[in-house]
């Protein structure tokens, strides 16, 4: 083995978040390499083929692209060959209290709350000027992740001087987002919390009731910044930012699934089906008992931390449709949140998101259209069931999405040619995340969020990123993590 042979970081997984890490590296000069089991970028938020048809894997909406943001400024400084498509409206809410659209305006939206809440409307207003005000103490540090740890001294007297702006945080650490509607008398307002705990349970993955709310007040912002759909699929962009990576010399090695890590003589080997590959450093773009099992770690410390945590989260059941375009009278791009029953929970196929690609993206035959519909259910309760009872309560789940699109958007249902379901088994084997958990580790209210804001590695030189890690639960806040594990690396 010679220093030529030696990366200086192997990266395990060409998710966003490890694909952040590695462009963020690449650019300074660091001698990367990626390797994906896949014969392709993006992980759980990718576009795959089957057949003739092309489909997003379970992410369908990204936020970063607004001018400035990571996403755009990568795009600006490689050249990478993106098309992203800025909707209005962004997403189409239907349940019970009839249709919600969200519009790319943030203003335009305040105003249609205010106007369909009557008497409640100038408390509805307060309510979303003080989410507002959390919202910009928040985003402003995603849209300049330098601000993100660990600090250099210019970041923080960059914080010192912001700290005006971070104020209307504090009287929200810890507390759920429920106190918020309880603070501003709209507790009873049926058709706003049922618009809060659908946006809360796609973003910081639980409910109003339960979500801490600076958290959820920065989500809740998520479709007016910078959000918008990759025409092509995010596979696209997964691809072009693999590509960036390339042309700074970079490695992104496909079809080469990584099994185990061993530390020895100063670095880490890590072996797989095509052989091996050591390096100074490991980023490991996977869950957290993932990686203590791929590298003989005991389930101790972080990783025990943040596996409990994972644990309480969730899986995703899927249906990819395809879609007869005659019947869809949208020719762009466009995405659904449907409710079945409001008194329900927001789970299991009563909730589901639904994204149909353009008419011109060539993602299906001609005629045809794909669509991408996503509900989350609790793995907890399924594997407690049993290799058969998992199934048939799988079964269950896309029987129930179906008859929630059918209820609340027969345009869709009609318009289905064929189907083609997918469960946590199916992320598992396609993503290699055990028991195929998705979305990153539910926001409940507690402290317990702020307690690994610092990137450390939870083995010599051996470091996490994507959803299980801080800031985590999105394409961009994964990519976001990527940047300040490779800055970490970088300072070492």
Not at 155 to 167: G, K, N, S
Request: with cysteine; proline share 5%; net charge positive.
């Amino acid at each position: 083995m010679t220093p030529s042979d030696l990366f200086d970081v192997a990266i395990v997984g060409a998710g966003f978040g490890g694909l952040g890490a590695a462009l963020s590296l690449a650019e300074r000069g660091a001698k990367v390499v990626v390797l994906e089991a896949l014969s392709y970028p993006g992980g759980c938020a990718s576009t795959f083929t089957r057949g003739r048809a092309r489909y997003e894997s379970g992410a369908t909406l990204f936020s970063g692209f607004a001018k400035g943001h990571l996403f755009d400024t990568w795009i600006r400084r490689h050249g990478l060959k993106v098309d992203v498509r800025f909707l209005s409206p962004v997403v189409e809410l239907r349940s019970s209290h009839g249709v919600i659209e969200v519009p790319n305006d943030r203003a335009a939206f305040v105003e249609a709350w205010v106007a369909r809440s009557g008497a409640l409307g100038e408390r509805v207003r307060a309510f979303f000027r003080e989410q507002l005000a959390v919202a910009d103490a928040l985003w402003s540090i995603f849209e300049d992740p330098r601000l993100l740890p660990p600090f250099g001294g210019a970041e923080l007297l960059a914080h010192v001087a912001r700290v005006p702006a971070y104020l209307p945080l504090v009287p929200w650490v810890g507390r759920p987002l429920e106190r918020a509607l309880e603070k501003h008398g709209l507790v009873e307002h049926a058709a706003l919390r049922t618009y809060l705990d659908a946006v809360c349970q796609i973003t910081v993955q639980t409910s109003a009731r339960e979500a801490e709310a600076p958290f959820a007040m920065a989500t809740m912002d998520y479709y007016f910044r910078g959000t918008g759909h990759v025409h092509g699929g995010i596979g696209v962009l997964a691809q072009e930012l693999s590509r960036a990576i390339e042309r700074l010399s970079g490695s992104v090695r496909y079809a080469s699934r990584v099994d185990t890590l061993r530390r020895e003589a100063g670095a880490w080997t890590l072996e797989g089906r095509k052989g091996k590959v050591r390096a100074r450093h490991v980023v490991a773009n996977r869950l957290p008992a993932d990686v203590a099992s791929m590298a003989g770690l005991p389930l101790q410390g972080t990783l025990a931390r943040l596996d409990r945590e994972v644990r309480s989260g969730w899986g995703a059941t899927m249906l990819y449709l395809t879609l007869d375009e005659t019947k869809i009278t949208k020719p762009d791009a466009f995405h659904l949140e449907l409710v079945g029953d409001t008194t329900r929970p927001f789970t299991d196929g009563n909730h589901v998101f639904v994204s149909v690609g353009a008419a011109d993206e060539e993602r299906a035959p001609h005629g045809r259209r794909t669509a991408t519909v996503s509900t989350h259910v609790s793995l907890e309760q399924l594997d407690a069931l049993g290799p058969e009872g998992h199934a048939r309560a799988i079964a269950d789940v896309q029987a129930s999405m179906r008859r929630t699109i059918a209820h609340r958007a027969p345009e869709i249902d009609q318009a289905i040619v064929s189907t083609m379901p997918g469960s946590p088994r199916t992320f598992e084997r396609f993503t290699l995340r055990r028991g195929g958990y998705v979305g990153g580790i539910p926001r409940r209210a507690g402290l317990s969020h702020y307690a690994s804001l610092v990137p450390s590695p939870v083995a010599r030189d051996l470091w996490l990123v994507g959803d299980s890690v801080f800031p985590g639960q999105s394409t961009l806040a994964t990519a976001i993590g990527g940047t300040r594990v490779a800055e970490a690396i970088l300072r070492t």
